[in-house]
């Protein structure tokens, strides 16, 4: 006869407490009715990548949705994989793009909530007071295989459907209580199993929120729970853990859905209601025609410190990841322009059930729009905030006026059709850089249909008659009457009927001016850049164009 309660106190001297014990530390949540809580269970072993933030956002929305909560919790039991700053990475990554959580890890040494502590190896007490249950109800056993056993173990099953520690490959399911005995007093290493219970010719079923209804064989492998070093498996710290803090929902990566037939058993195995589960499959990039994943090694855009780099504001980021999340967002935002994302009805059963596809192009567009509606103080604020840690130059420039630079970036924006230029802060300095000399190098390069000759005359004509003092439309009367003169119609209309008339249009009038001025063909208004510049400044400009052209 097995004295469980002898080798679980043979195993685990060190245990005091019991399990109703903790339970009553992390009592139910009082919540109101249908509250979510949900939790981003990341390891620290690298950058955070975007499929994480995606995975957060998800997490955090429907917590918001339904006045729940959101938890961070770092699970750290690798430690070898483990990178230095891999905590500060997730929280700072989170945080910079409004995902940070409601409770849990909320810094490098800052923890809120009363269902801590939420960093695993902090936990390590927790665990073992389940495991030592487990072992006292005969649920778990200590294993004392070595790599090379399980290594033969893992050569025997070569021909089995299914690989692990089960049936007749399970040694240590069986030894006696004086071998087990023997052997802990005797120092041997030691892991402890699960004893399972499962049998491969029953089916488990669970409604995965957004893959549906999922059927698969119970578990019958006795996994690992705790390892030898005394720390737990992900699978045993993911039951305890998602269960004490009164987890109602894990939404994970798809990879874990193979998990799922284990989770259960354990969740049963220590008298735990389940979670539900929504699993998300991987982020897909368009290639050749094919899709593959999101790839952390070939897509720089993988990693979410690209966006901070590039500086792309947590709007966009939001706004875009949105769009991918739930295919009903866009038609949601064209009725509800103006609206905060935070009122979007999200639902986790409206995403992707084959992974969402991520499109550069379209994230860029998304950005260009959400900053076009930034009002020029926000715009200012964040560029400025952005070129401090990435352009200095930059952002010596915009703080040396800010009145300059902010009516620079006010021009064609806080109106109702704003111009969508900027999708991201890296992208400004090159915006606005014929308004800094300091920066600026003129090109006067200019379209085939315009021959310097004719550019020359254009520029004579508007140096005498630009004033600076006038209004929009006297300003655009003065270059369409000077049209004529150089052999070009102010009428468009007029030019498109008999071309073979004229040397150009008005348009073409225009972009010599603008060109002289900017080196560009495309502007916002070019009344307000050279109101900006300042008449000096303008004439300077086309002087220099004009003996360009001449020379
Ligand atoms: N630490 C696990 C991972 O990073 C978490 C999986 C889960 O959310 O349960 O994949
Ligand atoms: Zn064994």
Redesign the pocket.
Known sequence: MTDCNKIANLIFPDVSEDCEYYENLYPHRELSEGARVTRF???PTGYLHFGGLYAAFASKLTAQATNGIFMLRI?DTDKKREIEDGISCIVDGLSAFGVAPDEGVMGLNEEKGSYGPYIQSKRRQIYRTFVKKLVEEGRAYPCFCSPEDLEEIHKQQENEDIKGYYGKYAHCRDLSDEEIEERIKNGDSFTVRLRSIGDISRKITFDDLIKGKIEMSENVNDVVILKADGIPT?HFA?AVDDHLMRTSH?V??DE?VASVPLHIELFKALGFKPVKYAHIAPIMKEEDGGKRKLSKRKDPEANVSYYIEKGYPAESVQEYILTILNSNFEDWRKGNKEEDISKFPFNLKKMSVSGALFDMVKFNDVSKNVISKMDVQTVYNYITKWAKDYDNELFDLLSQDSEKAKAILNIDRENPKPRKDIACWNEVKNYLSYFYNEIYSADYSLPENIKKADALMILEKYADAYSGKDSKEEWFAKIKDLCEPCGFTPNVKEYKAEPEKYKGHVGDVSSVIRIAITSRINTPDLYYIMQILGKDEVIRRINEAMNNYRG
């Open positions: 269970a990341p390891s699970e992900y993911h894990v994970r990566g874990w």
